[in-house]
T-cell receptor, first 116, second 110 residues
Framework: ETGVTQTPRHLVMGMTNKKSLKCEQHLGHNAMYWYKQSAKKPLELMFVYNFKEQTENNSVPSRFSPECPNSSHLFLHLHTLQPEDSALYLC???????????????FGPGTRLTVT | KQEVTQIPAALSVPEGENLVLNCSFTDSAIYNLQWFRQDPGKGLTSLLLIQSSQREQTSGRLNASLDKSSGRSTLYIAASQPGDSATYLCAVEGNTPLVFGKGTRLSVIA
């Protein structure tokens, strides 16, 4: 266990559905991240939050909407997704984001999303 | 734009062998480099983090080296075991958050 939990672990949704992914970290970290892992592609950063404020949006389509109500919780709201959005979505946290000191990132187990 | 390449893409070795995984990156202005392990369908587990000022880090049978000027890192695994079978990912952090390679899929055969 890394101290980062994600729910649900598996999700199947139609293109017209609205769903949300949840991430919670129990490490007292200030930064949280959403990543997308597709088959045969490198892990892609989607969003970064630092102290509840979004500091990075890596050109993610608006059908993905993040929410960070506090430094321990991170959500990814999904609506009108496409089949190519099917992937493993990983949440991570670190003490601080991207400083020259370089804090380790701790990952959750991921949510396997299938869009039909 | 930072790009990370890992070679080989897949590797199969008999149990007990020592092996080396390679990682290269295009922009040497990094803060740190991190090696992760990922089991099928699971999240990532951090193995080693090397600061830009460091040359290597060791943890048990794992040793990671960093040559920032040439944009290269290696992960050395000693006396490999079947439990080491997984995908190993290299990631670098610079002015942008972590940029990952595609990984090396390792199989250790008993």
């Amino acid at each position: 266990e890394t101290g980062v939990t994600q729910t649900p672990r598996h999700l199947v949704m139609g293109m017209t559905n609205k769903k949300s992914l949840k991430c919670e970290q129990h490490l007292g970290h200030n930064a949280m991240y959403w990543y997308k892992q597709s088959a045969k592609k490198p892990l892609e950063l989607m969003f970064v939050y630092n102290f509840k404020e979004q500091t990075e949006n890596n050109s993610v389509p608006s059908r993905f909407s993040p929410e960070c109500p506090n430094s321990s919780h991170l959500f990814l709201h999904l609506h009108t997704l496409q089949p190519e959005d099917s992937a493993l979505y990983l949440c991570a946290s670190s003490q601080e984001p991207g400083t020259s000191y370089g804090y380790e990132q701790y990952f959750g187990p991921g949510t396997r999303l299938t869009v039909t | 734009k930072q790009e990370v390449t890992q070679i080989p893409a897949a590797l199969s070795v008999p149990e007990g062998e020592n092996l080396v995984l390679n990682c290269s990156f295009t922009d040497s202005a990094i803060y740190n480099l991190q090696w992760f392990r990922q089991d099928p369908g699971k999240g990532l587990t951090s193995l080693l983090l090397i600061q830009s000022s460091q040359r290597e880090q060791t943890s048990g049978r794992l040793n990671a080296s960093l040559d920032k000027s040439s944009g290269r890192s290696t992960l050395y695994i000693a006396a490999s075991q079947p439990g080491d079978s997984a995908t190993y990912l290299c990631a670098v952090e610079g002015n942008t958050p972590l940029v990952f390679g595609k990984g090396t899929r390792l199989s250790v055969i008993a």
